[in-house]
T-cell receptor
Framework: SQTIHQWPATLVQPVGSPLSLECTVE??????LYWYRQAAGRGLQLLFY??????ISSEVPQNLSASRPQDRQFILSSKKLLLSDSGFYLC????????????FGQGTRLTVV | GNSVTQMEGPVTLSEEAFLTINCTYT??????LFWYVQYPGEGLQLLLK?????DKGSNKGFEATYRKETTSFHLEKGSVQVSDSAVYFC??????????FGQGTRLTINP
């Protein structure tokens, strides 16, 4: 069966420090991969969307970047964190040719101090 | 582009009350429609889905019917429980395109 791993679960980082969040999917091939951010008490903001290795669509210009070095690995990065980068980050995957729904990881709670 | 609009929250109900959370969408063609649920501190879980017009998705006592004529996918439950307290998201996807979410509705059920 398919599973998604997202880590770390929580992270406290100082302003100006770098960031790397990792997401991996097991048990499937060629998934679409997503990074979302959820600010406290708010909805989901799509940050990045990838349909294949090296193919990244950026939805919101900001302080973050994403990479997909392998088919089932999706990494969210920042060179210098801002206070406004705090939030709950969610990775998700889907394989639209098989079934239309997306499946989510457990999320990473990032607090920038 | 595609979009989803769901009712503003928060919604507060008493246990055993009837629940409706409205969701309408804008899309060309025939998207697949979903309801996701998010419990505190967790990721999103798929609650139910419908992939074509007039389909009814159901799970855990929740239901939603894909209404093409009104472009709606309202979530309903006949008798809510305290454990249903969560944030509910309506969403759609069309083929290989990106998943699109509504803004979420926070539901609180009081005993």
């Amino acid at each position: 069966s398919q599973t998604i791993h997202q880590w770390p679960a929580t992270l406290v980082q100082p302003v100006g420090s770098p960031l790397s969040l990792e997401c991996t999917v097991e048990g499937t091939s060629n998934p679409n991969l997503y990074w979302y951010r959820q600010a406290a008490g708010r909805g989901l903001q799509l940050l990045f969307y990838s349909v294949g290795i090296g193919q990244i669509s950026s939805e919101v210009p900001q302080n973050l970047s994403a990479s997909r070095p392998q088919d089932r690995q999706f990494i969210l990065s920042s060179k210098k964190l801002l206070l406004s980068d705090s939030g709950f980050y969610l990775c998700a995957w889907s394989v639209w040719r098989v079934q239309p729904e997306a499946f989510f990881g457990q999320g990473t709670r990032l607090t920038v101090v | 582009g595609n979009s989803v609009t769901q009712m503003e929250g928060p919604v507060t109900l008493s246990e055993e009350a009837f629940l409706t959370i409205n969701c309408t969408y804008t899309a060309t063609g025939y998207p697949s429609l979903f309801w996701y649920v998010q419990y505190p501190g967790e990721g999103l879980q798929l609650l139910l889905k419908a992939t074509k017009a007039d389909d009814k998705g159901s799970n855990k006592g929740f239901e939603a019917t894909y209404r093409k004529e009104t472009t709606s996918f309202h979530l309903e439950k006949g008798s809510v429980q305290v454990s249903d307290s969560a944030v509910y998201f309506c969403a759609l996807v069309q083929g290989a395109q990106k998943l699109v979410f509504g803004q979420g509705t926070r539901l609180t059920i009081n005993p």
